[in-house]
T-cell receptor
Framework: IAGITQAPTSQILAAGRRMTLRCTQDMRHNAMYWYRQDLGLGLRLIHYSNTAGTTGKGEVPDGYSVSRANTDDFPLTLASAVPSQTSVYFC?????????????FGPGTRLTVL | GQNIDQPTEMTATEGAIVQINCTYQTSGFNGLFWYQQHAGEAPTFLSYNVLDGLEEKGRFSSFLSRSKGYSYLLLKELQMKDSASYLCAVPDSNYQLIWGAGTKLIIKP
């Protein structure tokens, strides 16, 4: 059992390009989340999904979009990348339908936008 | 609003005990989480407290005081592998986690 996988592991991207970060979980968890982590700041929630077919905005959603077509996959898309989106991105999942459940994290994607 | 405060960095000696504090302000309370994050890796769950008091799990214990908006993580018999960042998090009114910036713990031999 892999848990949560993310792809790519790292990416260097030119500003203005479109990029999709992939996240897949095999735990049949209802809820999934996307966070960004920047030096000196806590994890910040970008978007979340409490169950397949639904999504919600987190603390820092601007410039990002998500979809949740099925239980396992939760891709994050940057429509037109900007340098301020340089960060480490973590996908997470939890068994329930809310953030008060224990969250399990993927290994992260390190994204650099030039 | 929501706010979480943790010390930025702490240093301790191998074999010793260290206490990492976390204070929080929330409009409601639905528990408090502690996660461990080694450099370059993902956060991993350590503990969840929803009632006041101390919960012990081997070398790690977590304490909560809801009336004081305060929690601490106690690490005993420190090992070099405990060098990591320790993240405190509380759910907001929508049950989404609000995270502290983390405390980087440096263990010296």
């Amino acid at each position: 059992i892999a848990g949560i996988t993310q792809a790519p592991t790292s990416q260097i991207l030119a500003a203005g390009r479109r990029m999709t970060l992939r996240c897949t979980q095999d735990m049949r968890h209802n809820a999934m989340y996307w966070y960004r982590q920047d030096l000196g700041l806590g994890l910040r929630l970008i978007h979340y999904s409490n169950t397949a077919g639904t999504t919600g905005k987190g603390e820092v959603p601007d410039g990002y979009s998500v979809s949740r077509a099925n239980t396992d996959d939760f891709p994050l898309t940057l429509a037109s990348a900007v340098p301020s989106q340089t960060s480490v991105y973590f996908c997470a999942s939890s068994d329930g339908q809310g953030g008060a459940d224990t969250q399990y994290f993927g290994p992260g994607t390190r994204l650099t936008v030039l | 609003g929501q706010n979480i405060d943790q010390p930025t960095e702490m240093t301790a000696t191998e074999g010793a005990i260290v206490q990492i504090n976390c204070t929080y302000q929330t409009s409601g309370f639905n528990g408090l989480f502690w996660y461990q994050q080694h450099a370059g890796e993902a956060p991993t769950f350590l503990s969840y407290n929803v009632l006041d008091g101390l919960e012990e799990k081997g070398r790690f214990s977590s304490f909560l005081s809801r009336s004081k908006g305060y929690s601490y993580l106690l690490l005993k018999e420190l090992q070099m592998k405990d060098s990591a960042s320790y993240l405190c998090a509380v759910p907001d009114s929508n049950y989404q986690l609000i995270w502290g910036a983390g405390t980087k713990l440096i263990i010296k031999p």
